[in-house]
């Protein structure tokens, strides 16, 4: 069996990897609830992003999939099924502040970030980031997880379904349906091709 390390670096040079980032301002570490009284709640951060442009979403699709296979986070059939999950939090990396790639806010007592009023988890590295995307869904909604591992496209209704939007926060978890979800699955099946198909070209 070939390492992932070595299937990775592969990919990397066959797929002319990049990444584009802004710089930002220092964490904000305060405790939810306890909003400092400076300028930094009021600041923005800016974001790692990825241009709004064809060759961004192949770029951003690219990084993400190098990422997954480097940290062996996923196995190589449930990696696009991943990354069009992250491409639809993010719209394919134009938006991902502090590197939280599954637009979290936040629920603990750990850095965070403002945007648009609301705190958001913030991480120090994007491998941190993304690796708690994953584990998030894992550990939270083990049964679509479970589908997505298996290369199932329908995990991604099943989660919806399980309160995913909700954040598993409401009783009942969820407002969606099989039949409410159809929509969004539908949405979600299209945009996996689309991946697939820029990991291709």
């Given at each position: 069996m070939i390492p992932w390390v070595v299937v990775a670096a592969g990919l990397g040079m066959a797929w002319g990897l990049d990444e584009v980032s802004k710089p930002t301002p220092t964490l904000v570490h305060t405790p939810i609830g306890r909003r400092p009284s400076g300028p930094e709640w009021r600041l923005e951060h800016q974001p790692y992003a990825w241009p709004r442009t064809e060759s961004g979403r192949r770029s951003f699709t690219r990084y993400l999939a190098r990422k997954l296979i480097e940290q062996e986070l996923?196995?190589?059939?449930?990696?696009?099924?991943?990354?069009?999950?992250?491409a639809r939090e993010t719209g394919y990396g134009s938006a991902v502040w502090w590197n939280n790639f599954g637009n979290e806010k936040q629920y603990?007592?750990?850095?965070?970030?403002?945007?648009?009023?609301?705190?958001?988890?913030?991480?120090e590295t994007p491998e941190h980031g993304l690796a708690?995307?994953?584990?998030?869904?894992?550990?939270?909604?083990?049964?679509?997880?479970?589908?997505?591992?298996?290369?199932?496209?329908?995990?991604?209704?099943?989660?919806?379904?399980?309160?995913?939007?909700?954040?598993?926060?409401?009783?009942?978890?969820?407002?969606?349906?099989?039949e409410t979800i159809g929509p969004t699955q539908a949405e979600y099946n299209g945009t996996v091709e689309h991946v697939r198909r820029l990991l291709r070209t």
């Amino acid at each position: 069996m070939i390492p992932w390390v070595v299937v990775a670096a592969g990919l990397g040079m066959a797929w002319g990897l990049d990444e584009v980032s802004k710089p930002t301002p220092t964490l904000v570490h305060t405790p939810i609830g306890r909003r400092p009284s400076g300028p930094e709640w009021r600041l923005e951060h800016q974001p790692y992003a990825w241009p709004r442009t064809e060759s961004g979403r192949r770029s951003f699709t690219r990084y993400l999939a190098r990422k997954l296979i480097e940290q062996e986070l996923l196995p190589p059939q449930a990696v696009a099924l991943f990354i069009a999950h992250t491409a639809r939090e993010t719209g394919y990396g134009s938006a991902v502040w502090w590197n939280n790639f599954g637009n979290e806010k936040q629920y603990w007592k750990g850095p965070w970030f403002n945007l648009a009023g609301q705190p958001y988890i913030a991480f120090e590295t994007p491998e941190h980031g993304l690796a708690h995307a994953v584990n998030r869904i894992r550990r939270q909604w083990p049964r679509p997880f479970a589908k997505m591992l298996a290369g199932d496209l329908t995990w991604y209704g099943d989660l919806g379904i399980a309160g995913y939007y909700e954040n598993g926060r409401t009783s009942p978890p969820s407002r969606h349906t099989a039949e409410t979800i159809g929509p969004t699955q539908a949405e979600y099946n299209g945009t996996v091709e689309h991946v697939r198909r820029l990991l291709r070209t």
